[in-house]
């Protein structure tokens, strides 16, 4: 089922990357446009910085979250910053989606142009960057929470 789910996932990521920049974008879920997340993570100095492309309405972006939740829970937040882009093109479902799971880090609607530099063509897909701003991650598909944590905790303690 996953080999038949992650090409559709694709072709509408593809699709919906064509619609019209801002397109149904509600007020209380902002758009991080590339210069507002070039501050953000100029702002991260020092601290690990984890990115996850998602949506609402996809299964292993579900099923990856709740992961990346008790990760944030488990770091304080001068060492790990985690931060949400959503790939959604209805933020009234992101809206629903969030009131029944609220993600206990900041969640932004992806710019396309986020999302074009990275090289996101299917979801979930995570991107790292270590303390000292460096991308040393960024790639498709769910993360290990096990294998996640112990990358993590590595580049917290260089």
């Not at 063509?121 to 000292?132: F, R």
Request: charged share 20%; net charge neutral; with cysteine.
């Amino acid at each position: 089922m996953k080999q038949k789910l992650i090409p559709c996932l694709a072709l509408w990521l593809l699709l919906s990357l064509a619609a019209p920049a801002g397109a149904a974008v509600a007020d209380d879920v902002p758009i991080l446009p590339v210069e507002r997340f070039k501050q953000l993570l100029a702002e991260s100095s020092g601290k690990v910085v984890l990115i996850n492309f998602f949506a609402s309405w996809c299964p292993p972006c579900r099923e990856e979250l709740p992961s990346l939740m008790r990760l944030r829970k488990h770091y304080r937040t001068d060492q790990v910053v985690f931060v949400g882009l959503s790939v959604d093109q209805s933020m009234g479902d992101l809206k629903e989606f969030l009131a029944t799971m609220p993600l206990n880090y900041p969640v932004y609607a992806a710019d396309l142009q986020i999302a074009h530099a990275y090289g996101v063509h299917s979801i979930p897909h995570n991107t790292i960057y270590n303390k000292a701003g460096k991308l040393i991650a960024n790639q498709p598909g769910l993360l290990n929470e096990r294998q996640l944590r112990r990358a993590l905790d590595s580049l917290v303690e260089e």
